[in-house]
């Protein structure tokens, strides 16, 4: 294989086609034509193949170094690539076969010759033209079909633009799917973010994953490429084409164009992934189911296929090449431990013993950490609910403090008033009435003379007089002698 290569820059300066070089043999079969291109990935070449059915012959080899990769990454770019090779469909790009020689690994697919989508685009943007209205709506019904197909089967192209449609007999294909994520590995996302982000969606940008609503994102911005000759989200650099995504409006097609196909193509750029269209969901609108009668009518091999039919020969192939993935990983295991010594054995064995007693101490660390939280936690509150309590108790202590002292009121001294009380008490019983009548009222006026008006409003002054000085100062005596003298008054009424 590097002898191939190193033939391959030996021509690379000369003209787009080269002879043939019959001594240039690939994996006994494939014979060098001449060299398509070439990017960040590998190098793409024309061979022939040897063992192909006449008119068949021309076919792509797609070289790609994996001298970075480690050899499991390789097995399981390997067997993915061959599962890959299970799609048969009219605008899929048909993947023959894959191998490994050496550090390179080879693809061997279908032959486009009418170049890819991209080239056809600034062709007609060159020459100032357009692309008419039924033909946009042919190709993008071919895309559906396409992508549908392969979402049925639970694979993302992850990288759909027009740099990797081509064209057969004025057919769109899609090709070049999954392969930088089958081989980039850990280096995925770099990679991905060197290229152009013209067609990513706002969730690959942002990291928040890749799924099928992602390639309907990118299928939405090669409609309107195709339709306007123009990216749908364009910038004067990297980050203004992802902030153009990420925030930018929804762009609109011409008006050239029918409002069905803008509302769809609308749709399909929605911001929020789970409100875009599947491809079987746009296949199904009005606009576009009258559009693909017409292209049946015109291609009879691109019929919609009873998905149903297809499950079991799927599934059947799926399993068997998990099957073999999974073994030829043990396989992989097995070796790389027969290569080491004993010493290098042990060295490993002592590694993945300490490699486990730092996830024991780690798993131990994170209990102790939540416990000690928990009890923190415990603390606190506990010391809250006694800083209040402490607080209340100051608070009623000073309201304590603050309130005035009582009062003692002036004590009545019973002994001092009981002789008063018995000289001012008339016994009826002793008391001796006149029997003259005279005599009689004139003891009669005595004692309600001592009681009249006159006396009562005198008392009434003195006592209110009395209450209202000092009320410390011993005046009740004053006061109960005033009603000593009425308590004889009071007691004539039962008398009589």
């Not at 030829?328 to 290098?344: M, N, V, W």
Request: with cysteine; charged share 25%; proline share 5%.
């Amino acid at each position: 294989m590097l002898k191939f290569q190193e033939t391959a820059k030996c021509v690379s300066g000369g003209p787009t086609v080269i002879p043939m070089y019959p001594t240039t043999l690939i994996a006994r079969r494939y014979v060098l034509q001449q060299k398509l291109g070439s990017g960040s990935f590998g190098t793409v070449y024309l061979v022939s193949d040897k063992k192909a059915k006449p008119g068949e012959e021309l076919k792509v080899l797609k070289e790609i170094s994996v001298g970075e990769l480690n050899p499991n990454e390789t097995v399981q770019a390997n067997v993915e690539a061959q599962l890959l090779s299970r799609l048969h469909h009219p605008t899929i790009v048909r993947f023959h076969e894959s191998f490994v020689e050496q550090e390179t690994f080879c693809i061997i697919t279908e032959y486009c010759e009418g170049r890819d989508l991209d080239y056809k685009i600034q062709e007609y943007k060159e020459a100032g033209k357009v692309f008419a209205e039924n033909q946009i709506v042919e190709w993008f019904i071919q895309l559906l079909l396409g992508v549908d197909y392969m979402h049925e089967r639970r694979i993302l192209h992850r990288d759909l633009k027009s740099k990797n449609i081509f064209l057969k007999n004025n057919l769109l294909k899609i090709g070049d799917f999954g392969v930088s994520r089958l081989l980039m590995g850990s280096c995925e996302l770099a990679t991905t973010l060197t290229g152009t982000p013209h067609y990513m969606s706002p969730e690959a940008l942002k990291h928040q994953g890749y799924d099928a609503k992602s390639d309907i994102w990118s299928l939405a911005c090669i409609l309107y490429e195709m339709c306007c000759l123009d990216h749908a989200f364009a910038g004067s650099s990297f980050l203004s084409v992802v902030l153009n995504i990420v925030e930018g409006n929804t762009p609109s097609l011409p008006d050239r164009y029918p409002q069905e196909l803008n509302t769809i193509m609308e749709r399909m750029l929605n911001k929020s992934p789970s409100l875009r269209p599947s491809a079987a969901d746009i296949l199904k609108a009005p606009y576009m189911e009258e559009q693909l009668q017409l292209l049946m009518c015109k291609y009879p091999e691109m019929t919609l296929e009873d998905k149903n039919s297809v499950c079991q020969k799927e599934a059947a192939h799926t399993i068997n090449a998990v099957q073999r993935k999974l073994h030829l990983q043990t396989l992989q295991a097995l070796s790389d431990a027969q290569k080491t010594t004993p010493r290098e054995r042990m060295r490993l064995r002592k590694l993945q013993a300490a490699d486990e007693r730092a996830r024991r101490l780690k798993k131990i660390a994170e209990e102790n950490y939540k416990e000690n939280d928990k009890r923190m936690q415990a603390l606190r509150s506990q010391n809250v609910g006694s800083m209040r309590a402490h607080v209340l108790h100051e608070l009623d202590e000073r309201t304590l403090e603050s309130l005035p002292e009582p009062q003692s009121l002036p004590c009545l001294d019973l002994d001092e008033l009981e002789p008063s009380l018995e000289d001012t008490i008339v016994d009826p019983g002793h008391s001796e009435i006149p029997e003259d009548p005279l005599v009689a009222e004139q003891y009669y006026s005595d004692v309600f003379d001592s009681c009249s008006e006159d006396s009562e409003e005198q008392e009434e002054e003195m006592i209110f007089s009395e209450a209202g000085g000092d009320t410390k100062e011993e005046e009740s005596p004053s006061v109960y002698r005033t009603n000593q003298q009425v308590q004889p008054l009071l007691l004539w009424p039962e008398e009589m």
